[in-house]
């Protein structure tokens, strides 16, 4: 099965860039998607299809696929982007969807 | 707006049987695909399964396989999960999922159900 890795943890001061990157095999042949977890809630889809922005999103979160690795961007970070952040994509050989392990953002 | 609100999640023991609803509103349940996604705890995020709008293809995480039944009924705007034999492993939060028109990607999730399987 088709397997993401992602790094656990990610630490950004206020106001930098946090880089969250999402490795799979060719996976800039597919379309990649995001999610923002804050702690107890439900998931929100925050990047769709490689680097698109639902509406509500603010145009600090942008994302990028390329070879083997996706990363999704947070321009100027804030307080209340901490939260756990996954990838996900869909296995179309196999008609399943994959989420990546995870990255937890930690705004320090 | 809208809204996906599950229910059905407790507390069974090893081997015992278990079924989510999802109730669906503020949009036209039928023409979407829908699906289940669990989280155990402190973990990640695990796809479990998923229905084409009209129920005529699912499909299942390969763990779940022979023990799990996705359904809905449109005319109800519900989506169902039958969790039989269930194992210690599958407890979590069960969310419930809109897949996008645009496919493949989840635009809206409910606030999940709590399953504990523990003898």
């Known amino acids: 099965s088709y397997v993401l890795t992602q790094p656990p943890a990610v630490s950004v001061a206020p106001g930098q860039t946090a880089s969250i990157s999402c490795g799979g095999n060719?996976?800039?042949?597919?379309?990649v998607h995001w999610y923002q977890q804050r702690p107890g809630q439900a998931p929100v889809l925050v990047v769709y299809?490689?680097?698109d922005r639902p509406s509500g999103i603010p145009e600090r979160f942008s994302g990028s696929n390329s070879g083997n690795t996706a990363i999704l961007t947070i321009a100027g970070v804030e307080a209340g982007d901490e939260a756990d952040y996954y990838c996900?994509?869909?296995?179309?050989?196999?008609?399943?969807?994959?989420f990546g392990t995870g990255t937890k953002v930690t705004v320090i | 707006q809208v809204q996906l609100v599950e229910s059905g999640g407790g507390v069974v023991q090893p081997g015992e049987s278990l079924r989510l609803s999802c109730a669906a509103s503020?949009?036209?349940?039928?023409?979407?695909?829908m699906h289940w996604v669990r989280q155990a705890p402190g973990k990640g995020l695990e796809w479990v399964a998923c229905?084409?709008?009209?129920?005529?293809?699912?499909y299942y995480e390969d763990s779940v396989k022979g023990r799990f039944t996705i359904s809905r009924d449109n005319s109800k705007n519900t989506l169902f999960l039958q969790m039989n034999s269930l194992r210690t492993e599958d407890t979590g939060v069960y969310y419930c999922?809109?897949?996008?028109?645009?496919?493949?990607?989840?635009?809206?999730w409910g606030q999940g159900a709590l399953v504990t399987v523990s003898s």
């Open positions: 060719n996976i800039g042949s597919k379309s």
């Open positions: 996900q994509v869909w296995g179309s050989n196999s008609d399943h969807y994959v």
């Open positions: 229905i084409r709008y009209d129920g005529n293809n699912i």
């Open positions: 999922a809109r897949e996008s028109a645009r496919y493949y990607y989840f635009d809206y």
């Open positions: 503020g949009f036209n349940f039928h023409s979407y695909a």
């Open positions: 299809d490689d680097s």
